[in-house]
């Protein structure tokens, strides 16, 4: 009996928890709403300071034939901007010693580098072909850059499950003339705001690509993350998973380690 107290006072701060989102949203515009609930995406995932990881790509044909590539990625989180990214290929033999370099911005155009160790020479992504597959996936350089809630404008939709959990439904529509996108539709799951799917539409407006979330670790009890990442074309058939191996976090990276002069001996 003297568990019935607690368990029902535990149960009674996640009501009023409840409650009080629910309250904070209410008497919001859509436009407000939208932003709100990606505000709130944005703060929980702030203070990671830095990571790396070990990921698989796989990338799979209209006909299901698929290649295998391994790769490193470290992040480093940038206080008052958008954080920065380091790609290294490892295998197979033809991608050895590709690297991809990415600063993001909040209010300018990122900066992004491939280096292609079969040219010897690092290229500059130009903005306006950010919407380029990277590394003939079907991510694309912008869906590589971090974030940033100044690179949308925000609309709450509704509520829908995905995945078996209850998520926000909100539409982003990118700021940059140079996106890709027209729009892209987002689930947040309700009790974590963890992205769980997003439909991008292209520029004719017509669905082109879903990207769904799956297998999320949490860390430092704190941030969570997806451990597969599946993007799927809808018009080319084609599909690329990311799948992490190993991740950690607060591993010492300083902004020294993101480097275009070194990008050509990035290891």
């Not at 009501?15 to 407000?32: C, F, N």
């Not at 690297?99 to 292609?116: C, E, V």
């Not at 690179?151 to 078996?164: I, M």
């Not at 700021?175 to 027209?182: A, E, P």
């Amino acid at each position: 009996m003297k568990l019935i107290k607690p368990l029902a006072s535990m149960a009674l701060l996640i009501m009023t928890a409840s409650v009080s989102q629910a309250l904070e949203l209410a008497g919001k515009s859509p436009q407000e709403q939208g932003y709100a609930i990606a505000a709130e995406r944005k703060q929980r995932d702030l203070g990671w300071q830095d990571s790396q990881s070990s990921v698989i790509m796989t990338l799979r044909n209209s006909q299901g034939e698929e290649s295998i590539r391994e790769m490193r990625i470290k992040n480093l989180e940038i206080n008052d901007d958008g954080d920065k990214g380091l790609t290294i290929f490892d295998k197979p033999r033809d991608v050895k010693g590709t690297a991809f370099l990415s600063f993001s911005h909040i209010n300018t155009a990122d900066d992004q580098w491939l280096y292609l160790p079969a040219l010897k020479r690092v290229k500059r992504i130009a903005s306006r072909n950010k919407s380029g597959p990277f590394m003939g996936s079907e991510f694309s350089y912008e869906d590589l850059s971090s974030f940033e809630l100044e690179k949308y404008q925000f609309t709450f939709l509704g509520e829908e499950t995905v995945n078996g959990l209850d998520c926000y439904k909100i539409e982003q529509i990118p700021t940059d003339k140079y996106s890709g996108y027209t729009r892209q539709v987002v689930w947040l799951d309700k009790a974590e705001f963890r992205a769980q799917k997003v439909e991008f539409y292209d520029r004719k407006k017509s669905l082109l690509k879903t990207l769904t979330f799956s297998d999320y670790q949490q860390y430092l009890d704190q941030y969570w993350r997806p451990l597969l990442m599946s993007m799927v074309n809808h018009q080319t058939k084609k599909s690329t998973d990311l799948k992490t191996l190993t991740l950690e976090f607060k591993t010492g990276l300083k902004d020294s380690d993101f480097n275009k002069a070194t990008l050509k001996r990035a290891r």
